[in-house]
């Protein structure tokens, strides 16, 4: 329980501007704008709006610079906001296979239809500081345009037409959409709520749990079939018009990991498939995600349960990073009642075993 603080206003209020002079900083320094962080911090954006689970790069920047760039505090800012907004649907499922691309690789295939597209990416620089960047060095141009959609192919359908991977259920279009946002997780969880809750889950500890499958504690053999990153358009059907109309395009990655085949006495052979999807450029997110998504399907796919990443309830009920900073950070708060409870308890115990300890001693001495 937690007991009422009388008189700390103005400790709070003063705690309030000591954190807007510790954002600020150095008043001698240029404060830092929301439009620099929207337009070069973009990794940290895009995971504080998948984290936050809304689509704005404006806002999210602004949450990042007023939480001093902690990056989990800027997501619950962001989901916060989220939850006075108005909900007047569910869009259309997004159709990656038209994704006008700007990075598409597969560690499965060297050469695929549309080739190998690098894009902007950290994997083949040297970690290395680059003190040329504090000196204000001009932006090397690309050598090419950037590509188009019309000639990738994804690599998991070009394996589905040799039936070489499981096929994907059909859609039921009259199936409700789960929506966590709206409703709480009930265990065991269907596979679209479990990537929604992957999607807003934290992404170092997926990263650590999806590690955790290729180190052995999980079934898991996997290759990156095809990690692409581009921008989708939205449709919404209005009822009004009774169609699909495009409400605009957002930037998202996707990751489709082929994993360990899975076959019986009566079916062929075929992988089976891990997927990840988040806004904007988060690779190593989706990435793990796919992992462990994968390796939520142990049940499904009739494997034994015995690692954590298989585990359902330990993954879905840990992983959300705002759930886990309150719980871990309301420990700050003021819990002076249950301690002197404990306090009391603890003392009490130790008179008694004292005195049980002094009762041999007393009887020998008379």
Excluded: W
């Amino acid at each position: 329980m937690y007991v009422a603080v009388k008189g700390g206003e103005r400790a709070i209020d003063n705690a309030h501007a000591l954190m807007a002079h510790a954002r600020r900083g150095d008043p001698s320094v240029p404060e830092l704008t929301a439009a620099q962080i929207r337009e070069q911090l973009q990794l940290s954006v895009d995971r504080v709006m998948t984290e936050g689970s809304l689509y704005d790069r404006d806002l999210a920047a602004l949450a990042i610079k007023q939480a001093r760039g902690d990056l989990v505090e800027a997501a619950f800012l962001v989901r916060a906001f989220r939850t006075t907004l108005p909900r007047f649907g569910a869009s259309e499922p997004l159709d990656t296979a038209e994704m006008d691309v700007r990075r598409r690789i597969s560690a499965a295939f060297k050469d695929l239809p549309g080739g190998q597209v690098l894009g902007p990416t950290f994997d083949y620089t040297h970690r290395l500081i680059d003190f040329l960047l504090e000196a204000g060095a001009p932006i090397p141009e690309p050598a090419t345009a950037p590509a188009t959609q019309d000639n990738f192919p994804r690599v998991t359908d070009l394996l589905g037409q040799d039936d070489l991977i499981e096929r994907n259920p059909l859609p039921d279009a009259d199936a409700p959409v789960g929506d966590l946002t709206r409703a709480p997780l009930n265990l065991p969880a269907d596979r679209d709520l479990r990537l929604q809750n992957l999607a807003r889950s934290d992404e170092g500890f997926l990263l650590a749990l999806g590690y955790s499958t290729q180190r052995g504690f999980g079934r898991s053999h996997p290759f990156a079939g095809e990690i692409r990153l581009g921008e989708v358009e939205i449709e919404f059907v209005a009822e009004d018009v009774g169609f699909a109309v495009p409400l605009g395009t957002i930037t998202v990655t996707e990751c489709q990991m082929v994993n360990q085949f899975k076959g019986s006495a009566t079916e062929a052979p075929r992988f089976t498939r891990g997927y990840g999807l988040a806004f904007g450029h988060c690779e190593r997110k989706t990435m793990a995600m796919a992992l462990v998504d994968r390796s939520l399907r142990a049940r499904e796919l009739g494997e034994e349960i015995k690692a954590p990443a298989q585990d359902e309830e330990f993954v879905l009920m840990h992983s959300d990073n705002v759930q886990a900073t309150g719980f871990v950070e309301h420990l700050k708060l003021p819990h002076y009642v249950d301690f002197q409870s404990e306090l009391e308890l603890i003392r009490k115990i130790r008179r008694d075993v004292e005195a049980r300890q002094a009762e041999p001693l007393k009887d020998a001495a008379e």
